[in-house]
Each structure stands twice: as structure tokens, then as C-alpha cells.
């Protein structure tokens, strides 16, 4: 006999759970692809973010170096710091964490990089190595701020470092060298897994929903898409030292 008292028991139909399952399932297909802009809006921002504080450690160095600018790779003779990047992180004392893009899936934090990757293929970020050159060995002399000056470079334009293409076991075919500490006025824009606008060789990647972070040499980081990035005649990338020689605008 049924007591006021007693429990009552509760259950669904079938009819109904297939509706409230259709109704999560509606709800889960509105709300991912915020969620999933929504993040990658917010690494995007954490990119931009790394490549702020990687501009102040690089102008402290040439503030420190007689208006010198750090060289991409080669920094010692026996470039025992492999290149720019962990001189940041061993000399200059930059976390790991503000040189890694959180976006990028690819790339590892310097000291967590696996065994079976090689060490200077598994970045993504790249220093315009054109515009610094890898001076470190006695052939020329370093660059300076005040020499890209006279060659008539506009700091706000003229891109310093950015998103760069890893590639730690060689499976991005289209990349034509592994080192991704690099980025190259030649080498064009990585997306949707192809080359543009290049042959390969050190390209940026925009990854942040068709753009790159970029780090100018002003300290701004500017976000360009890659059709941007090589319009202009190269705006962005001259004065450049290339063929041995400046390639000014």
C-alpha cells in the first residue's frame, strides 16, 4: 500500500532520454566551438605575451653589448647554446615557458624535448636571422641596431621574431631545413599543412586563426596574416642582410 511517506521512485523513459541526450548533444555542438575559439583566442594572447617578454630580453642585450644584436645561431664558436633561444634560457634566465607557443603542438619546452627529437628542430619561434645574421664568427662584424638604422629600417615594421614551423621528426615534408629557431624572408608562410609565398626554407606559421604573432623591433607584437607578411616588397622583412650584402628597401 502507497504511504505518503514513502520514497518515490523516479525514472526515464526511453523516449525521454533519447531527448535529453539529443538536447546535450545540441547544446555540445553550440558551445565547443566558442570553448575552442575562446582558448585559442587565449593562447594566442599567451603567444603575444611570450614574444613581448623574448623582445625585452633581447633588448637588454644590446643595451648590455654596446647596441649589439644577438645573433640567431652560431653564438659561440663551438656554439655550445645551440642558438638564441637557449641563450635566453641559459644566460639571460627567460622561463621555458615564455619560449614555447602554447598552440603549438609540435614543439616541446627546452628541457623537456624527447629523446628521439633533435634539438634544433622543435621550436616554434624563429629570430629573422637576416636581420642579425649569425655574426659570431669573426667574418664580419656584429650587427647593431644603428647599422639597420642607416639601411633605413622602420622598427615598427621590420619583424624580429615570430611563430615559427616545427618540425621535430621531419613529417612537415613541405619545410625545406628542420631548424625552426629561424624565420626567413624566402621561405614563406606555413598553413593548413603547405608552404606559400616561399620555398620553405625557415617559413613563419600562422597558426593563431590564420595569423602570426610577430615580434617588430620596436617591442609591439603585431598579428599578420601571410599574405600580409610578404606584400610590399617585403616591407616587413627589409633592410635584410642577404647574398653577403644589405638588401635595403
Known amino acids: 500500500m502507497y504511504s505518503p511517506s514513502s520514497p518515490r521512485i523516479f525514472s526515464f523513459t526511453l ?13 555540445s555542438a553550440l558551445v565547443l566551438p566558442v570553448y575552442s575559439s575562446t582558448s585559442a583566442k587565449a593562447q594566442g594572447v599567451s603567444c603575444a605575451g611570450n614574444l613581448k617578454a623574448i623582445g625585452m630580453a633581447l633588448s637588454v642585450y644590446s643595451d648590455d653589448n654596446d647596441d649589439q644584436l644577438l645573433a640567431a645561431f652560431r653564438l659561440y664558436e663551438q656554439d655550445t647554446m645551440q642558438n638564441w633561444l637557449y641563450y635566453l634560457k641559459q644566460a639571460c634566465g627567460v622561463p ?23 634539438y634544433h628542430m622543435v621550436f616554434s619561434y624563429g629570430m629573422h636571422y637576416e636581420a642579425v645574421f649569425d ?3 669573426g667574418t664580419h ?9 642607416e639601411h633605413g629600417q622602420v622598427p615598427s615594421d621590420h619583424i624580429w621574431v615570430g611563430d615559427s614551423a616545427p618540425n621535430p621528426y621531419g613529417k612537415n615534408e613541405g619545410i625545406a631545413v628542420g631548424s625552426s629557431a629561424l624565420l626567413s624572408s624566402h621561405g614563406g608562410y606555413w598553413e593548413n599543412g603547405a608552404v606559400h609565398e616561399g620555398n620553405g626554407w625557415y617559413p613563419t606559421s600562422v597558426r593563431h586563426e590564420g595569423k602570426a604573432n610577430l615580434l617588430m ?8 596574416a601571410g599574405s600580409e607578411l610578404f606584400a610590399q616588397n617585403l616591407l616587413h622583412w627589409k633592410p635584410m642582410f642577404y647574398d653577403w650584402k644589405w638588401q635595403d628597401r
Open 15 to 27: 523516449t525521454e532520454l533519447v531527448v535529453v541526450l539529443g538536447l546535450l548533444a545540441v547544446l
Open 96 to 118: 621555458s615557458e615564455n619560449l614555447l607557443c602554447p598552440q603549438e603542438s609540435e614543439s616541446y619546452l627546452l628541457d623537456s624535448v624527447p629523446g628521439d627529437a633533435r
Open 135 to 137: 655574426n659570431y664568427n
Open 141 to 149: 662584424p656584429r650587427f647593431t641596431r644603428r647599422q639597420q638604422r
Open 217 to 224: 623591433f620596436d617591442g609591439h607584437v603585431e598579428a599578420l
